[in-house]
């Protein structure tokens, strides 16, 4: 077990995510990243799924569990990657997105672009406490981006920061307030990857 202080007392950073290292990379002079998306557990549960199907159909008719089975574990392989790829955050002037497989776009959008955030939420987004996070640009551009953990913190988060732009105190308080909530909130996968070491 790894220990987060250093020798002397003090905190040791925690190692970054690779999220964070690409943000870190399209960050330019006086930006700032203020709040991260975090993706839910729930994009597993298609595979998860096939693979206890596949499990059940293969006591029964071995050959076609194998096969379920393989489009089970392919569907968990897309997956874990759309987890490790799949990116959204908001700066103090962008919101920045990636997203996709086969064809990866990598989208930013001043946020004097942004017409609006929306979320859209299927009945298991209302159960398991996720949603599709929708940003709409000016023009035609529309960046969606699903199984969004946070996604009303995020949409919530954005309009704030337009009240402050609009002169709103209160709201400027509270974005004050999350960011610093943010900085103190240690990272889950940092600590996950000091254990398996």
Request: proline share 3%.
């Amino acid at each position: 077990m790894t220990k987060n202080t250093a020798s002397d007392g003090s905190k040791m950073r925690q190692p970054k995510t690779f999220q964070d290292q690409e943000i870190e990379k399209v960050l330019v002079k006086g930006e700032e990243v203020l709040l991260r998306a975090e993706l839910h557990g729930a994009l597993y549960w298609k595979s998860v799924a096939v693979l206890i199907f596949a499990l059940m159909l293969g006591l029964m008719i071995p050959t076609l569990g194998i096969l379920i089975g393989v489009v089970g574990a392919l569907m968990l392989i897309v997956a874990i990657l759309t987890q490790h790829f799949l990116l959204l955050a908001v700066t103090n002037k962008r919101v920045l997105a990636r997203y996709g497989l086969l064809q990866m776009d990598v989208v930013d959008i001043r946020l004097s672009k942004i017409e609006s955030i929306d979320l859209e939420r299927m009945l298991p987004g209302h159960i398991f406490g996720y949603a599709n996070v929708v940003v709409m640009g000016t023009g035609q551009r529309v960046i969606r981006v699903p199984y969004i953990g946070n996604a009303e913190k995020f949409r919530r988060f954005y309009n704030e920061m337009v009240l402050i732009e609009e002169g709103n105190e209160e709201a400027e308080e509270e974005i004050r307030q999350v960011k610093a909530t943010e900085k103190k909130k240690p990272s889950r996968k940092a600590g996950k990857g000091s254990k398996r070491r």
